[in-house]
C-alpha cells in the first residue's frame, strides 16, 4: 500500500519560498507521476503540477512562474518549492499520484503565510 | 484549459435517497479521462471513480459514474449516513493543467 506523507514548515512570510517535501513509502516513484495540489481554507482544489519519475515537470500555468517540482529517488521523495509567496499562497498542500488522476494522497500540510 | 462546473453548488438529501452530482466540461474530456473524487471535512480527497465509470479499489457499487465528452454523472444510489461530504470531479484528458470542478456538497435534509 503506497503511503505519501508531506513534511515542511507550517508558516512562511511573505515574499519567501515554500518549501514541501512528500515522503512516499511502500513503493517506488519509478514509473509514475507525482503530483502536488492545494486547497486554500474553505476554498476548492488546485493542482500545483507534477513531475514523472523521469523528472518530466508538468506545472499549472497559473503558477508556472514561480513553482518548481524535484525528485529524489535515492531517498524515495519529491519536493515542491513555491517562489515569492502572498496571502492568496496559504492554503492545504497535498502530495498525490500515481498518474494523473490521484488514487494516493498525502494527510497535507497546512500553510500559513505571514510575517 | 478545460473549465468543469459542477451542478448543484449544494445537494440536500436524506440517507437513503438517491443522489445525482453533475460535471460539465467547457470542452470534450479526451477518451472520458474524468475522475470523481470525495472529501470529507479535515481529510484529504478519495478517488472514487476514474475513467468515468470504473470504481477505485474498494469503492462501495452504490457510487457509479457515467457520461462522455462534455457531460458527466456521479450517482450514488442510495445515501448512507457516511456518504454526506463534498464531491469533487477532475478532468486528466489530452494536456494539463488538470482542472477540478469547485465541488458539490451533499448535506443531510
Known amino acids: 500500500q503506497v503511503q505519501l506523507r508531506e513534511s515542511g514548515p507550517g508558516l512562511v512570510k511573505p515574499s519567501e519560498t515554500l518549501s514541501l517535501t512528500c515522503s512516499v513509502s511502500?513503493?517506488?516513484?519509478?514509473?509514475?507521476?507525482w503530483n502536488w495540489i492545494r486547497q486554500p481554507p474553505g476554498k476548492g482544489l488546485e493542482w500545483i503540477g507534477s513531475i514523472y519519475y523521469t523528472g518530466t515537470t508538468n506545472y499549472n500555468p497559473s503558477l508556472k512562474s514561480r513553482v518548481t517540482i524535484s525528485l529524489d529517488t535515492s531517498k524515495n521523495q519529491f519536493s515542491l518549492k513555491l517562489t515569492s509567496v502572498t496571502a492568496a499562497d496559504a492554503a492545504v498542500y497535498y502530495c498525490?499520484?500515481?498518474?494523473?488522476?490521484?488514487?494516493?494522497w498525502g494527510q497535507g500540510s497546512l500553510v500559513t503565510v505571514s510575517s | 484549459e478545460i473549465v468543469l462546473t459542477q451542478s448543484p453548488v449544494t445537494l440536500s438529501l436524506s440517507p437513503g435517497e438517491r443522489a445525482t452530482l453533475s460535471c460539465r466540461a467547457s470542452q470534450s474530456v479526451t477518451s472520458s479521462y474524468l475522475a470523481w473524487y470525495q472529501q470529507k471535512p479535515g481529510q484529504a480527497p478519495r478517488l472514487l471513480i476514474y475513467g468515468a465509470s470504473t470504481r477505485a479499489t474498494g469503492i462501495p457499487d452504490r457510487f457509479s459514474g457515467s457520461g462522455s465528452g462534455t457531460d458527466f454523472t456521479l450517482t450514488i444510489s442510495t445515501l448512507e449516513p457516511e456518504d454526506f461530504a463534498v464531491y469533487y470531479c477532475?478532468?486528466?484528458?489530452?494536456?494539463?493543467?488538470?482542472?477540478f470542478g469547485q465541488g458539490t456538497k451533499v448535506d443531510i435534509k
Open positions: 498525490a499520484g500515481v498518474g494523473n488522476y490521484f488514487g494516493y
Open positions: 477532475q478532468h486528466y484528458g489530452h494536456s494539463p493543467p488538470w482542472t
Open positions: 511502500g513503493g517506488s516513484l519509478n514509473f509514475y507521476y
